[in-house]
């Protein structure tokens, strides 16, 4: 053997162990945990998070050719996440889910950035809770609610209260915790259920003359579908990694994660694909309420029933219900973010602290609390007009987004400690998947609608994102200062 073959040798295997030692600590670490989440909690948790409501509306204005575009986006996008994560998991079963996978994967800074990013976009996507909630309520109240939604004390007062109870049950654990997620993801499948059988009913009540659920054609080949393939792929199917967070809190994650992505992808296949053919069922084309779609349906399909009234106020507490839950499974797993960079010393051990009888990171949860309320609280001033809390949203995608084009590449370029090198079906699943999510991005920062200049939004956009990377660089080089 050649001394250059020798010297590889030697690097991979220190490489190895040192992987394997690092695993070892974090593994060591989760141990303290309590083993709350099975099988059904994690499929219905997934069915939950991943599942957005106004999608099926997004995807309908495009017509039949909407299962095209659906199928085009889990063989290049659905699919490929589900394989990477499976896999990542099964080599790096940890609590931390993707920032560990980053971290071992790559390097301690790869890891920070990426849990920095997947923790602006949970926070962004939380802090607007109280106003959601509070619109909601409204609706359910009829004409006489219509205040709630413009009042800022009660928003404020509403936005404090959500806050506290998530965190109470998250502090609590996932013992309580996993129940809220489980009856959310049960009323999205009850609420899907219900939506796929309205056509059904209409047809045999004789308000629908026709359905056809697989009527497709062929979409038209322009920017704009690219852009709409792009959003529908990492847009409307991401979110499979997000339970591998609490793989720490997991009874046998490596098989119980694994089998929750492959029983819940196939479900929420269906449930987008079908719940799609409902509404272009029921609501003309160019009708379709694009924030609304599932209450728009749900409404317009019973009111050929004659059922309308009490059917309308049901689902909308329903969808606030699954809108409260979905914020718990994002508040949960943000706050196991801080405690996990305070394991590796990027963050004070404060956020380390567990609770004494719950053995849920307190501080930590307490401070992604107070972060999320501060948000929430800013993003009233001017409601209406704050473009810079807008844009702050709109770039929460694109937080969320840089977290995903690192998950992919790990099979293709990171793992230098792993022996057994990812197969090459693994890895060109996850170049399918990174070029996608490469899409979202690039159609995300040059947008093909109407804006006053592009440029600017681009500009806009790109500087946001580059300067919350640029303080989260500092935070981890002042961090990795003090350590040294």
């Known amino acids: 053997m050649s001394l250059e073959n020798q010297m590889a040798e030697t690097h991979d295997t220190n490489a190895t162990v040192e992987f394997l030692s690092e695993e070892e600590r974090v593994e060591e670490r989760g141990a303290v945990f309590k083993k709350e989440l099975g099988l059904s909690d994690l499929v219905l948790t997934q069915i939950l998070f991943i599942v957005g409501l106004p999608w099926v509306g997004v995807a309908a204005k495009q017509g039949p050719s909407h299962i095209i575009l659906w199928l085009l986006a ?92 998530l965190i109470l049950v998250t502090t609590i654990g996932l013992g309580i915790g996993k129940w809220v997620h489980k009856a959310g993801g049960a009323l999205m499948l009850i609420t899907f259920a219900t939506l796929l059988i309205l056509p059904f009913l209409n047809k045999a009540h004789g308000s629908l003359a026709e359905y056809h659920p697989l009527r497709t054609e062929m979409p038209v080949l322009s920017i704009m579908t690219l852009n709409l393939l792009g959003k529908m792929g990492f847009g409307a199917l991401g979110g499979f990694e997000y339970v591998a967070i609490h793989a720490g809190e997991c009874r046998h994650p490596v098989r119980t994660i694994g089998r929750s992505v492959a029983l819940a992808a196939p479900v929420i296949a269906v449930m987008f694909i079908l719940g799609t053919s409902s509404v272009l069922a029921l609501v003309p084309q160019d009708q379709i309420d694009l924030i609304a779609p599932v209450p728009q349906v749900l409404s317009i399909g019973f009111r050929a029933l004659s059922n309308v009234g009490v059917v309308a106020t049901v689902t909308i507490v329903a969808l606030l219900c699954i809108r409260l839950a979905q914020s718990s499974v994002m508040f949960a797993g943000n706050t196991r973010l801080p405690m996990v960079a305070g394991w590796d010393r990027l963050l004070p051990d404060w ?132 350590v040294h």
């Open 351 to 482: 956020f380390t602290k567990l609770h004494a009888r719950y053995k849920t990171p307190v501080n930590s949860i307490l401070f992604v609390g107070a972060v999320t309320l501060a948000l929430g609280v800013v993003g009233l001033i001017g409601v209406g007009k704050q473009e810079a809390f807008q844009l702050l949203w709109n770039a929460s995608g694109l937080f969320y987004a840089l977290t995903y084009l690192v998950m992919f590449a790990i099979p293709l370029i990171g793992l230098r400690g792993v022996r057994e090198r990812p197969p090459f079906w693994l890895r060109a699943a996850a170049l399918s998947g990174f070029l996608m999510t490469l899409l979202y991005v690039a159609l995300s920062i040059i947008p093909i609608i109407q804006v006053e200049s592009r440029l600017m939004f681009a500009a806009k956009i790109s500087g946001l994102i580059v300067v919350t990377n640029i303080i989260g660089l500092a935070i981890y080089l002042m961090a990795k200062r003090k």
């Open 74 to 165: 889990m063989l290049f996008f659905y699919v490929p996440s589900a394989v990477v994560v499976i896999y990542l998991n099964r080599i790096m079963p940890l609590e931390g889910g993707l920032y560990q996978w980053a971290k071992l994967g790559f390097n301690d800074l790869t890891g920070f950035l990426v849990a920095w990013n997947l923790w602006l976009f949970a926070i962004l996507n939380t802090s607007e809770i109280g106003l959601q909630v509070t619109q909601y309520v409204g609706y359910i109240m009829g004409p006489g609610g219509e205040w709630l939604a413009s009042s800022k004390s009660v928003i404020g007062i509403v936005t404090a209260a959500v806050i506290g109870a």
